[in-house]
């Protein structure tokens, strides 16, 4: 049997139709902002959460792509990059041993990476995902609308937190 291509359009048609109708509010997506909250004394060079890159300075990082609506079973991939020794003294940029000491000084970063659940949003909109450092490269996220030195804020643990000698496994 011989199909004409109007035929197979108007296949393909009824395909699209099918699937957009299948489509919910469940699975529509949004963009938003990432931030890191850093709870060490270590600096956070760089995040990644689900791919999407963010600067570990503290402020906030456009995009990335999230539920408008929560789902059990959510995940955050997080990746990033620690400079151990935020403070070192390095020669000024335009000197000839700048280099040298730079590459050095960056041989002592670690990078580290961690899944953690997205814990539950009320309502259809998130504000945000800020990702919490803590000592032992733990890392935990929220997506509450609370600044972090709101009283109601979800994660109430203090900031400038010195490394254990000896981590909890």
Not at 33 to 38: F, L, P, S
Not at 74 to 79: G, R
Not at 108 to 121: G, Q, S, T
Request: with cysteine.
């Amino acid at each position: 049997m011989k199909i004409t291509w109007v035929r197979w359009l108007l296949g393909v048609f009824v395909l699209v139709l099918v699937l957009v109708g299948c489509s919910t509010a469940d699975n529509e997506m949004a963009g938003g902002n990432i931030q890191a909250v850093n709870h060490t004394l270590s600096n956070i060079n760089w995040l990644s959460v689900n791919g999407y890159r963010a600067d570990g300075g503290g402020g906030r990082s456009c995009c990335i792509i999230m539920p408008t609506k929560w789902r059990p079973g959510l995940k955050a991939n997080i990746e990033w990059e620690l400079d151990p020794e935020p403070h070192a003294k390095l020669p000024s940029v335009t000197s000839i041993e700048f280099r040298d000491a730079y590459a050095k000084h960056s041989a002592n970063y670690r990078r580290y990476a961690a899944v953690v659940d997205i814990p539950e949003w009320p309502g259809t909109e998130s504000c945000d995902l800020k990702v919490h450092f803590f000592t032992c490269n733990q890392v935990e996220v929220t997506t509450s609308c609370w600044a972090p030195s709101s009283p109601n804020y979800p994660i109430r643990v203090p900031m400038g937190m010195k490394e254990p000698s000896v981590c909890p496994k």
